[in-house]
């Protein structure tokens, strides 16, 4: 039973602790790639869902296709923006939450005692 014990706590303070603080690169990793944001960077000006005019022939058609065409990058533009600002807020909060878990970790056995405790004295 204390060689138990002794085994656990030299997991929880070493490896454990250890992977933990070693998941923040996947997690960030997986959050980036959910977001294709390496894909928004790249086609940050490229026409909205691939909406294009082709010109005509008259100087009309072609001003017309212009304005289209600048309208659909333009809307590109600015949700590919709001969406790399989402990703940002959502790599801050993996960030944040990653670096809280590190931080809190060592403090999580000596928990369960006292939420023992607490439990029996309310």
Known sequence: MIMLVVSFFSWWYGRGWRSVA???EP???AVSYNFS???LIKTLFAPWRRIITYPGRSLEARARALADNVFSRAVGFVVRIF????AV???TVVGILTMLEVLI???LPIAI???F???LTL
């Open 22 to 24: 070693a998941s923040f």
């Open 27 to 29: 997690r960030f990793q």
């Open 37 to 39: 944001v390496g894909t």
């Open 83 to 86: 969406v790399l600002i989402a």
């Open 89 to 91: 807020i959502a790599l």
């Open 105 to 107: 970790w060592p403090l």
């Open 113 to 115: 005692p006292v939420c």
């Open 117 to 119: 405790i607490a439990g």
